[in-house]
């Protein structure tokens, strides 16, 4: 069974940083790239960036480049989707989905909240 | 950045209603539109891949299609746990881009 399974709930405040995970599961990890996906509280899907776990080439949207950081340990299975400096706009729920050109499966999301 | 114009934004229908959704690409992104239902605190999940083909496990009830640059996803008859937010989304190209969502509701 394909699982992909994300890090639990985050509370940080602004100016701080943080690395929330995704460990997939069920199936060959190097077949699929892998996606972060924002959803701000009440609103749509905005794609972040992705990664392929061959090479660890990643692409970002450029309204997240720079912000954010995407990475990979191949050893473990696992994506990390990284910030240097959070912001209160940083509040929402992220979710990582491996894909070729669908999205087949996604993480249950983790929830990152930044207030002071 | 290719824009996804999704509409309605919001909908309301009864069980057992025939329901359809567009969305508009701003530019050719092939068959690269995919659907998607995301039910309240739960993660989106694939209906409809490459504009209309009905991925394994999905109901029939749902289908998928596509002219230019115009896409559609039809529900045929509701089913109560049809009553969710549905995206569509552009894989042809980075960034990709969903669409705004559309909310059905009863």
């Known amino acids: 069974e394909v699982q992909l399974v994300q890090s639990g709930a985050e509370v940080r405040k602004p100016g701080e940083s943080l690395t929330i995970s995704c460990k997939a599961s069920g199936y060959k990890f190097t077949n699929y790239w892998i996606s972060w996906v924002r959803q701000m509280p009440g609103k749509g899907l905005e794609w972040m960036g992705k990664i392929d776990p061959t090479d660890s080439d990643t692409k970002y949207s450029p309204s997240f480049q720079g912000h954010i950081t995407i990475s990979i340990d191949n050893s473990i299975t696992t994506a990390y989707l990284q910030w240097g400096s959070l912001k209160a706009s940083d509040t929402a729920i992220y979710y990582c989905?491996?894909?070729?050109?669908?999205?087949?499966?996604w993480g249950q999301g983790t929830l990152v909240t930044v207030s002071s | 950045d290719i824009q996804v114009t999704q509409s309605p934004s919001s909908l309301s229908a009864s069980v057992g209603d025939r329901v359809t959704i567009t969305c508009r690409a701003s530019q050719s992104v092939s068959d690269y539109l995919n659907w998607y239902r995301q039910k309240p605190g739960e993660a989106p999940k694939l209906l409809i891949y490459a504009a209309s083909k009905l991925q394994i496990g999905v109901p029939s009830r749902f289908s998928g299609s596509a002219s230019g640059t115009d896409f559609a996803l039809t529900i045929s008859s509701l089913h109560p746990e049809d009553f969710a937010t549905y995206y569509c989304q552009q894989t042809y190209t980075t960034p990709f881009t969903f669409g705004q969502g559309t909310k059905l509701n009863i």
């Open positions: 989905a491996r894909h070729n050109t669908n999205f087949d499966s």
